[in-house]
């Protein structure tokens, strides 16, 4: 279980609709489906997670997001989950303003690019970071829009988004509270909950 | 021989006699009939384990197994049915029939009118995927089935399955539809009446009344097997079967025959086979149906409107190089299904083969095929 999807939980209501974009072997609607008796449906491209999903006895649609999203209605889901897909988007401002059409609130995490390390990284050896959080070489790796903590806010800004909470995961519970205190610095998964 | 252990083994058709007939939905009536079907695996205690098969426009209810020792080859979903296979016998009671109009063994255009003493030939009345539905609801009650833990169809078979999902939507948990559209494009119908004209305009063909005059109008017929199998399989599939390779002639410079190429010799075999096997007011009065169909016609032209009378969950299956029902077909049923509010799984199968592809062993769609039916409850 990805950190980042526990503390997603908190805010999604019992028995709502949860529609998860990115939802590869479905286990956090899955997870939903037990603590929060919700009704889901996952969205993936990716033929492993999509028959995962389906054994698990969830339903999933194979559709690419990146190519839109228009056959789901506006408001037929309570909540719309994206977790670590925002950077592999093409379109990840079209998403969000999709995300919170279809959905009352959305949910998105993604890796914080201005995490220290990535900073240290490029600063010192002046290359794109990998890591064990990011192990793709930069020419064959699936993100290609990384962003950062004030990135986002900032596009939240301009779109008229309200973030309603954030969560920051640090590295190690060492930086846990540093990555709340200062996000842009110390957060390596940043967690936001948004509506319009 | 020894059957294959992954299948059903020896089966044997049963019939089920209607003497209270059946009200048709072109306002005519059958005063009786009758249904050629099979089944494969037991059905439970509670009788929650079956999954009802709705065949395609030239299938019929041999659908797995073997009839005897020495057939060569098994029934025409036999990749899909059977122990550990999607339709997993070991779990399900699958029932397959013989569709009314058919010219199997079930009441068509061969069997003999009561009401002339001759067969019914061209008189026989025109039927709509509702009547199929109608008719196979008739021999769930026949069985003791009120609910089918699954009905499943590709092509034709899905507009069936989808049917039933509006008009019994209580007597049934899950929809499997594969390949198929929620009604055929004006491309679709235009395929369909070339196959129509091939039968019709075959002198042997008689109006219909070849079977009084003991022809068979087998050119006709073969001609529109041939279109409707070009339309089956896709331009990779033949390009990978056949290519330009030859049967007979030479392409050398100072040779006179003609050239046969190997994709001609095939099409005109598989229609020579059609033509021996194959009823010819069936196949007129079969693609009638399937141009007649449109699953929101009754709902205001309203796919959604319609869709909110399910009770069931949808699993839909599409094929890439599918261009007789293409994905987007298979969209718009997913689509539809997504703004009425249904539970609904949607997988797009990469596959070369074509529409034909869902009668075919291709591994991830075996794959999702089973990992749906997993779901599937049999509730014992």
Not at chain 1, 168 to 173: A, H, Q, V
Request: glycine content about 8%.
């Amino acid at each position: 279980m990805r950190q980042d999807l526990t503390h997603i939980e908190r805010w999604i209501e019992p028995g709502s609709r949860v529609l998860d974009l990115g939802c590869s072997d479905g286990s956090f609607l899955l997870q939903l489906q037990e603590s929060r008796q919700i009704r889901g449906l996952g969205l993936e491209i990716d033929e492993a997670g999509i028959t995962a999903a389906l054994a698990a006895g969830l339903d999933v649609v194979e559709q690419n997001m990146d190519e839109g999203l228009s056959n789901f209605p506006d408001r037929s889901f309570d909540t719309v989950v994206m977790a670590q897909t925002l950077p592999a988007l093409h379109y990840p401002h079209q998403v969000l303003d999709e995300m919170l059409r279809i959905g009352k609130t959305g949910i998105v995490t993604f890796p914080n690019f201005a995490h220290w390390r990535c900073r240290w990284y490029l600063g010192t050896r002046g290359r794109m970071p990998v890591s064990n959080f990011m192990p793709y070489s930069w020419y064959d790796t699936p993100n290609i829009h990384f962003c950062t903590v004030q990135d986002f806010e900032a596009l939240c800004h301009e779109k008229g988004i309200r973030i309603l909470g954030r969560h920051m995961i640090g590295g190690s519970s060492l930086t846990h509270g540093a990555a709340r205190l200062w996000p842009n610095l110390f957060a390596m998964t940043a967690i936001y909950h948004i509506s319009r | 021989m020894s059957l294959p252990a992954d299948s059903v083994g020896l089966v044997t058709p049963q019939t089920a006699h209607f003497e209270e007939g059946i009200e048709l939905s072109c306002g005519r009536r059958l005063t009786e009939f009758e249904l050629v079907y099979e089944t494969y695996g037991e059905l439970n205690s509670r009788r929650s384990n079956a999954v009802l098969i709705c065949h395609a426009l030239s299938g019929h209810h041999h659908a797995a197994g073997y009839h005897s020792e020495a057939d060569r080859k098994p029934g025409w979903w036999n990749d899909c049915i059977g122990p550990g296979k999607p339709i997993d016998t070991n779990r399900f009671f699958v029932v397959s029939l013989n569709n009314i109009g058919g010219c199997h063994g079930s009441t068509g255009p061969r069997s003999i009118n009561p009401e002339t003493g001759s067969a019914y030939g061209p008189d026989f009345p025109p039927l709509r995927a509702r009547d199929w539905v109608n008719s196979q609801a008739m021999l769930a009650d026949r069985l003791g089935i009120e609910r089918w833990a699954a009905i499943v169809g590709g092509s034709l078979g899905g507009m069936q399955a989808m049917r039933w999902a509006l008009e019994y939507p209580d007597r049934v948990a899950h929809c499997v539809v594969i390949a198929a559209a929620m009604k055929l494009s004006a491309q679709n119908i235009a395929f369909n009446e070339i196959a129509r004209q091939a039968i019709q305009a075959d002198p042997d063909y008689q109006e219909g009344r070849y079977i009084d005059a003991n022809v068979i109008p087998k050119q006709g017929l073969a001609l529109a097997r041939m279109v409707g199998h070009i339309t089956y399989l896709s331009d990779d599939a033949m390009a990978e079967k056949f290519g330009r390779d030859l049967r007979a002639g030479s392409f050398e410079q100072g040779s006179a025959g003609a050239v046969e190429f190997q994709v001609e010799s095939y099409l005109r075999y598989q229609g020579s086979v059609f033509s021996e096997n194959f009823d010819a007011n069936t196949y007129i009065l079969m693609t009638k149906a399937l141009d007649y169909f449109d699953l929101a016609r009754e709902y205001g032209d309203d796919p959604v409107a319609a869709f909110r009378n399910a009770n069931c969950s949808f699993m839909v299956m599409s094929f890439s190089t599918d261009w007789r029902f293409s994905p987007q077909r298979s969209r718009e049923i997913v689509d539809a299904l997504i703004e009425a509010g249904r539970p609904v799984s949607y997988a797009e199968i990469e596959a070369d083969q074509g529409h034909d592809a869902f009668l075919l062993p291709i591994p991830r769609y075996v794959d999702v095929f089973s990992a749906y039916m997993k779901r599937v409850g049999v509730g014992n």
